[in-house]
T-cell receptor, first 112, second 117 residues
Framework: QKEVEQDPGPLSVPEGAIVSLNCTYS??????FMWYRQYSRKGPELLMY????GNKEDGRFTAQVDKSSKYISLFIRDSQPSDSATYLC????????????FGKGTRLSVIA | GAVVSQHPSRVICKSGTSVKIECRSL??????MFWYRQFPKQSLMLMAT?????????EQGVEKDKFLINHASLTLSTLTVTSAHPEDSSFYIC?????????????FGPGTRLTVL
């Protein structure tokens, strides 16, 4: 079993839809959870950062972490064509120099 | 958020030459930086962890003599692709770890597209 599982998509939705992106993980030591957005031919951009369980909201984006289920989600409300990108989940146990563990990324297309 | 720059953004070189890519954290100090490569429509692949003042830690299968990493200061890490060949053509991305206040997140540079002819 991979440490982090993420459906690669592609996911195609109409403009204005609510998008739900998810990752599951197996390592219970993870306590920092992040979502990155990557446009084509660009470096990933940090969208949301969450520590431990709970919800975090920033504008149209909401990140949820359920550590008991080892499941994290990113919701995008009122999706826009400019949201079309690849979304990567990442997580860390913060043990010194251990790198972040990334999901494979989900490709999202928002159709106008 | 924190800013990480990379230079150059794009480089085309002949087979057999060496290419140096710089990664800088502009508004924070990073004792740890990471180097990734990414092929088209594929996920990030971690190449190595760069530690300021010490040797880099390479992932399995990454040749340390081919991909030289130097992290000489808290804001600069360099990746040198030595004797580049067409199969080294890829998108190289660095990230810097922001360790302030016991948080743990990484900020990525914009990437460097390397094309070896």
């Amino acid at each position: 079993q991979k440490e982090v599982e993420q459906d690669p998509g592609p996911l195609s939705v109409p403009e204005g839809a609510i998008v739900s992106l998810n990752c599951t993980y197996s390592n219970s030591a993870f306590q920092y959870f992040m979502w990155y957005r990557q446009y084509s031919r660009k470096g990933p951009e940090l969208l949301m950062y969450t520590y431990s369980s709970g919800n975090k909201e920033d504008g149209r984006f909401t990140a949820q972490v359920d550590k008991s289920s080892k499941y994290i989600s990113l919701f995008i409300r009122d999706s826009q064509p400019s949201d079309s990108a690849t979304y990567l989940c990442a997580m860390s146990s913060y043990s010194g120099n251990t790198p972040l563990v990334f999901g494979k990324g989900t490709r999202l297309s928002v159709i106008a | 958020g924190a800013v990480v720059s990379q230079h150059p953004s794009r480089v085309i070189c002949k087979s057999g030459t060496s290419v140096k890519i710089e990664c800088r954290s502009l508004d924070f100090q990073a004792t740890t930086m990471f180097w990734y490569r990414q092929f088209p429509k594929q996920s990030l692949m971690l190449m190595a962890t760069s530690n300021e003042g010490s040797k880099a830690t390479y992932e399995q299968g990454v040749e340390k003599d081919k991909f030289l990493i130097n992290h000489a200061s808290l804001t600069l890490s360099t990746l040198t692709v030595t004797s580049a060949h067409p199969e080294d053509s890829s998108f190289y991305i660095c990230s810097a770890r922001d360790e302030l206040w016991s948080t743990d997140t990484q900020y990525f540079g914009p990437g460097t597209r390397l094309t070896v002819l």
